[in-house]
């Protein structure tokens, strides 16, 4: 199983990124996936999952309505959608394999929001 992180950068507050992890070694179509981000001095933070049953989305209230989890089965590829970014954003994205237990995880992109 692998899962590697990319799209992550430097942006000011007010801007978006668009985050993808590339999965393979494992039926990406059949498991839920999931976004955690880490900010410096912190623990982790759930960010968003989607889940394979029905396509449903979740999200932190920290980022509703700003952030967009999504998914290409064709392309075993996991996406989180950053608008309206703000500097409480700034941590390092990992995407997870899972809803709640996550087995797998990236290796992490960063995302830093100043000005």
């Known amino acids: 199983v692998q899962l590697v992180e990319s799209g992550g950068g430097m942006v000011q507050p007010g801007g978006s990124l668009r985050l993808s992890c590339a999965a393979s070694?494992?039926?990406?179509?059949?498991?839920?996936m999931t976004w955690v981000r880490q900010a410096p001095g912190k623990g982790p933070e759930w960010v968003s999952t989607?889940?394979?049953?029905?396509?449903?989305?979740f999200y932190a209230d920290s980022v509703k309505g700003r952030f967009t989890i999504s998914r290409d089965n064709a392309q075993n590829t996991l996406y989180l959608q950053m608008n309206g970014l703000k500097p409480e954003d700034t941590a390092l994205y990992y995407c997870?394999?899972?809803?709640?237990?996550?087995?797998?995880w990236g290796q992490g992109t960063q995302v830093t929001v100043s000005s």
């Open positions: 997870a394999r899972g809803r709640t237990r996550y087995d797998y």
């Open positions: 070694g494992f039926t990406f179509s059949t498991y839920d």
């Open positions: 989607s889940k394979t049953a029905g396509g449903s989305t």
